[in-house]
Protein backbone atom coordinates (compact mmCIF):
# COMPACT_ATOMS: atom_id res chain seq x y z
CA UNK A 1 0.00 0.00 0.00
CA UNK A 2 1.57 3.39 -0.78
CA UNK A 3 0.96 6.65 1.45
CA UNK A 4 0.30 9.17 -0.88
CA UNK A 5 0.27 12.78 0.28
CA UNK A 6 -0.77 16.39 -0.69
CA UNK A 7 0.69 19.67 0.66
CA UNK A 8 0.12 23.14 0.06
CA UNK A 9 2.22 26.11 0.34
CA UNK A 10 1.77 29.81 -0.02
CA UNK A 11 4.19 32.91 0.66
CA UNK A 12 4.17 36.25 -0.27
CA UNK A 13 6.91 39.04 0.45
CA UNK A 14 6.72 43.07 0.23
CA UNK A 15 8.88 44.62 -2.97
CA UNK A 16 10.97 48.05 -2.22
CA UNK A 17 13.36 49.48 -4.81
CA UNK A 18 17.05 48.82 -4.54
CA UNK A 19 16.66 44.66 -3.06
CA UNK A 20 17.72 41.99 -5.17
CA UNK A 21 14.51 39.55 -6.68
CA UNK A 22 14.67 35.74 -6.45
CA UNK A 23 12.25 33.51 -7.59
CA UNK A 24 12.80 29.89 -6.96
CA UNK A 25 16.77 30.13 -6.93
CA UNK A 26 16.79 32.65 -9.61
CA UNK A 27 18.19 36.02 -9.28
CA UNK A 28 15.57 37.88 -11.64
CA UNK A 29 16.83 41.51 -13.00
CA UNK A 30 14.71 44.19 -11.81
CA UNK A 31 14.43 47.30 -9.79
CA UNK A 32 12.91 46.28 -6.51
CA UNK A 33 13.18 43.21 -4.69
CA UNK A 34 11.49 41.43 -1.48
CA UNK A 35 12.23 42.57 1.48
CA UNK A 36 12.45 39.69 4.04
CA UNK A 37 15.37 38.23 7.03
CA UNK A 38 16.25 35.13 4.25
CA UNK A 39 16.84 36.73 0.31
CA UNK A 40 12.88 36.83 -0.09
CA UNK A 41 12.62 33.72 -2.19
CA UNK A 42 8.16 33.45 -2.08
CA UNK A 43 8.60 30.50 -4.49
CA UNK A 44 10.74 28.59 -2.68
CA UNK A 45 9.18 29.24 0.74
CA UNK A 46 5.37 28.32 -0.43
CA UNK A 47 7.28 24.86 -2.03
CA UNK A 48 9.31 24.52 1.29
CA UNK A 49 5.65 24.40 3.24
CA UNK A 50 3.80 22.42 0.60
CA UNK A 51 6.58 19.58 1.03
CA UNK A 52 6.69 19.84 5.14
CA UNK A 53 2.95 20.48 5.29
CA UNK A 54 2.63 17.19 3.27
CA UNK A 55 4.71 15.14 4.89
CA UNK A 56 2.98 16.21 8.45
CA UNK A 57 6.23 18.48 9.56
CA UNK A 58 4.17 22.09 9.90
CA UNK A 59 5.85 24.72 9.05
CA UNK A 60 8.94 26.72 7.10
CA UNK A 61 8.90 28.79 10.37
CA UNK A 62 9.08 26.47 12.40
CA UNK A 63 12.40 24.96 11.43
CA UNK A 64 13.95 28.18 10.22
CA UNK A 65 12.87 31.05 12.48
CA UNK A 66 12.87 34.25 11.06
CA UNK A 67 14.42 35.51 14.58
CA UNK A 68 17.45 33.11 14.24
CA UNK A 69 20.26 35.21 13.36
CA UNK A 70 21.66 32.03 11.33
CA UNK A 71 18.94 32.19 8.46
CA UNK A 72 19.58 35.76 8.17
CA UNK A 73 19.84 36.86 4.63
CA UNK A 74 20.11 33.02 3.68
CA UNK A 75 20.29 31.66 0.05
CA UNK A 76 16.62 30.00 0.41
CA UNK A 77 18.20 27.27 -2.10
CA UNK A 78 19.54 25.98 1.10
CA UNK A 79 15.96 26.07 3.05
CA UNK A 80 15.06 24.16 0.07
CA UNK A 81 17.74 21.64 0.38
CA UNK A 82 17.37 21.21 4.03
CA UNK A 83 13.87 20.57 3.50
CA UNK A 84 14.18 17.94 0.86
CA UNK A 85 16.56 16.29 3.35
CA UNK A 86 13.98 16.40 6.20
CA UNK A 87 11.56 15.07 3.67
CA UNK A 88 13.70 12.11 2.27
CA UNK A 89 14.78 11.39 6.01
CA UNK A 90 11.24 10.28 6.30
CA UNK A 91 11.25 8.21 3.63
CA UNK A 92 9.01 10.05 1.62
CA UNK A 93 9.91 10.82 -2.17
CA UNK A 94 8.45 14.03 -4.44
CA UNK A 95 5.92 13.16 -6.96
CA UNK A 96 5.16 16.45 -8.20
CA UNK A 97 5.40 20.23 -7.82
CA UNK A 98 2.75 22.45 -9.13
CA UNK A 99 3.48 26.07 -8.27
CA UNK A 100 2.12 29.42 -9.16
CA UNK A 101 3.72 32.50 -9.19
CA UNK A 102 2.05 36.04 -8.65
CA UNK A 103 3.31 39.21 -9.94
CA UNK A 104 2.66 42.51 -11.90
CA UNK A 105 6.41 42.46 -13.33
CA UNK A 106 8.72 41.68 -14.99
CA UNK A 107 7.53 39.09 -16.81
CA UNK A 108 8.83 35.52 -15.69
CA UNK A 109 7.81 33.69 -18.74
CA UNK A 110 11.78 33.80 -20.04
CA UNK A 111 12.83 32.63 -17.03
CA UNK A 112 10.57 29.82 -16.15
CA UNK A 113 12.65 26.96 -17.91
CA UNK A 114 15.73 28.11 -15.70
CA UNK A 115 13.91 28.05 -12.41
CA UNK A 116 12.16 24.56 -13.10
CA UNK A 117 15.77 23.62 -13.90
CA UNK A 118 17.09 24.62 -10.82
CA UNK A 119 14.19 23.21 -8.77
CA UNK A 120 15.03 19.93 -10.38
CA UNK A 121 18.26 19.88 -9.29
CA UNK A 122 18.05 21.29 -5.79
CA UNK A 123 15.48 18.62 -5.40
CA UNK A 124 16.95 15.75 -7.71
CA UNK A 125 13.62 15.27 -9.04
CA UNK A 126 13.30 15.09 -13.14
CA UNK A 127 11.90 18.30 -14.42
CA UNK A 128 8.96 16.99 -15.66
CA UNK A 129 7.60 16.72 -11.97
CA UNK A 130 7.83 20.55 -11.76
CA UNK A 131 5.75 22.84 -13.17
CA UNK A 132 5.89 26.69 -12.92
CA UNK A 133 3.32 28.83 -13.74
CA UNK A 134 3.65 33.06 -13.65
CA UNK A 135 0.66 35.55 -13.61
CA UNK A 136 0.70 39.03 -13.06
CA UNK A 137 -2.66 39.71 -10.84
CA UNK A 138 -4.17 42.58 -13.78
CA UNK A 139 -3.31 45.37 -11.60
CA UNK A 140 -5.37 44.63 -9.28
CA UNK A 141 -4.55 45.23 -5.38
CA UNK A 142 -0.93 45.76 -3.93
CA UNK A 143 0.29 42.79 -6.06
CA UNK A 144 -1.07 44.68 -9.03
CA UNK A 145 0.23 47.86 -8.05
CA UNK A 146 3.76 46.13 -7.64
CA UNK A 147 4.20 46.22 -4.05
CA UNK A 148 4.67 42.64 -3.60
CA UNK A 149 4.53 39.22 -4.95
CA UNK A 150 3.37 36.17 -3.87
CA UNK A 151 3.36 32.33 -4.76
CA UNK A 152 1.25 29.04 -4.64
CA UNK A 153 2.52 25.23 -4.23
CA UNK A 154 0.55 21.88 -4.18
CA UNK A 155 2.96 19.12 -3.81
CA UNK A 156 2.66 15.43 -3.81
CA UNK A 157 4.45 12.87 -2.05
CA UNK A 158 4.59 9.20 -1.24
CA UNK A 159 6.29 6.33 0.52
CA UNK A 160 5.29 2.45 0.32
MG1 LIG B 1 8.91 33.99 2.76
Known sequence: ???FRVGFGYDSHRLEIGRKLFIGGIEIPFHKGAVAHSDGDALIHAI??????AAGLQDIGTHFPDNDDQYKNIDSK???VKTKDLILQRQWTINNIDATVVLEEPRLS??????KRCLADLLGVDG????IKAKSNEKMGDIGRGEGVAAFA???IGKQ
Open 48 to 53: CDALLG
Open 154 to 156: AVT
Open 128 to 131: DRIA
Open 110 to 115: PFKEHI
Open 1 to 3: MID
Open 78 to 80: RLL
